[in-house]
Every structure is written in structure tokens, then in C-alpha cells.
């Protein structure tokens, strides 16, 4: 059974930094492309970020490109998003989504059921 | 960017009617689009992929057609567990943009 679950999400004062991950398992992580998505409190959905499966292609929203880092770590089957220079409108729920394939473009699957993570001070 | 416009943003309809949603694209995106459900306080879960292709599991009145800049996603009889807000998604290009969604109420 695919399994997603998110962590490291909690509150953070504007400016700082925070780090999350998601714990896969269930399937062959090095195999398919990974996406973060989010959702503010009472909004929709806002694709933030994609790598493919060997971590060669990576794209970001132009709305946290610059202050955000994604990764992956093959050997501990995880996902992670490095969150810097937090501002109050990066407040939301934090969602990890698996990818269809190992490319980026091919839609998502399996999605976890997010971290929340506050800007606040 | 691709724009993704979806309509309408709210719709109320009785059990057993037939629901329809559109998105349009502000380019074409082929058929690289999916179809979401999200339910209050749980994460999206997706129901249709590649425009028209129903994911594993999902029941047969959920529905998508379209392909290019025009989309559409059909419930052809609306049940009370359809209650839920949905968004597409492109993912023809990076970004890979949502719809705005559509909150589906029971009349």
C-alpha cells in the first residue's frame, strides 16, 4: 500500500525557517517524480514545487522560487522542502503528491495528508 | 504560465442530478489534466487523470472529457457522499496550476 506521511510542519515566526518531509513507502521511491502542494486556511490548492525521480529536474512556484529548496533522499525513501525567509502568506497546509512516473509532467496519484505549517508571530 | 478558469466556483444541485464542471485552459495542454475531490479537512483525491481516464476504484458516474483548452468533469447522478469541493489541474507545463475549484452542495 502507497503511504505518504508529512512531518516537520508547526509554527514559525516570519523570517525563519523550517524544514519538512515525507516518509514514503509502499512503492519504489527512486522510480517516480515527487510534487509539494499547498493550500492556505479557507483556499485552494497552489502547486509549490516538483522533482523528478533522479533529481535532475526540479521546478518551483514563482512564489516561493528562491527562498524554498526541495529534495529527496533515495536511501531513506523521503521528500523533502527546505522553507526559508517564511512570510505569513506561506501559511498553510503542506501536501506531498507522488507523480504518475519518474518524469514531472504526468500528473499525481498518491497524495499524504499534509503538515500544517503557521507564520506567525 | 498556463491559466487553469474553472466554473462555476459554487453549485447547489439535488441527489440524482447530473453535475457538470468546466476548465479552460488558457493554452492548449493536450490532455494532461487531472480532476480532483477534496472533502473538508482531507487531502485531494484524484479521480480523473489525463482528462478522461477514471483512476482505480473511482465510481463510474464521475466522468471527464475534453482535450486541447477546453475541459469537462460530469457526476451524471450526484450522491450525498459527492459533497466536496473540486479542482482541476494541468500538468502540460511547469507550473503545474489548479483550477480555482468548484464547492458541490446538495439542494
Known amino acids: 500500500e502507497v503511504q505518504l506521511v508529512e512531518s516537520g510542519g508547526g509554527l514559525v515566526k516570519p523570517g525563519g525557517s523550517l524544514r519538512l518531509s515525507c516518509a514514503a513507502s509502499?512503492?519504489?521511491?527512486?522510480?517516480?517524480?515527487m510534487n509539494w502542494v499547498r493550500q492556505a486556511p479557507g483556499k485552494g490548492l497552489e502547486w509549490v514545487s516538483s522533482?523528478?525521480?533522479?533529481?535532475?529536474?526540479?521546478y518551483y512556484a514563482d512564489s516561493v522560487k528562491g527562498r524554498f529548496t526541495v529534495s529527496r533522499d533515495t536511501a531513506k525513501n523521503s521528500l523533502y522542502l527546505q522553507m526559508n525567509s517564511l512570510r505569513a502568506e506561506d501559511t498553510a497546509v503542506y501536501y506531498c503528491?507522488?507523480?504518475?512516473?519518474?518524469?514531472?509532467?504526468?500528473?499525481?496519484?498518491?497524495w499524504g495528508q499534509g503538515t500544517l505549517v503557521t507564520v506567525s508571530s | 504560465d498556463v491559466q487553469m478558469t474553472q466554473s462555476p466556483s459554487s453549485l447547489s444541485a439535488s441527489v440524482g442530478d447530473r453535475v457538470t464542471i468546466t476548465c479552460q485552459a488558457s493554452?492548449?495542454?493536450?490532455?494532461?489534466l487531472n480532476w480532483y475531490q477534496q472533502k473538508p479537512g482531507k487531502a485531494p483525491k484524484v479521480l480523473i487523470y489525463?482528462?478522461?481516464n477514471l483512476e482505480t476504484g473511482v465510481p463510474s458516474r464521475f466522468s471527464g472529457t475534453g482535450s486541447g483548452t477546453d475541459f469537462t468533469f460530469i457526476i451524471s447522478s450526484l450522491q450525498p457522499e459527492d459533497i466536496a469541493t473540486y479542482y482541476c489541474?494541468?500538468?502540460?507545463?511547469?507550473?503545474?496550476?489548479f483550477g480555482g475549484g468548484t464547492k458541490v452542495e446538495i439542494k
Open positions: 493554452q492548449d495542454i493536450g490532455n494532461y
Open positions: 489525463d482528462a478522461s
Open positions: 503528491a507522488r507523480a504518475r512516473r519518474y518524469d514531472i509532467l504526468t500528473g499525481t496519484d498518491y
Open positions: 489541474q494541468q500538468y502540460d507545463n511547469p507550473p503545474l496550476t
Open positions: 509502499g512503492f519504489t521511491f527512486n522510480r517516480y517524480a
Open positions: 522533482i523528478s525521480s533522479s533529481s535532475n529536474y526540479i
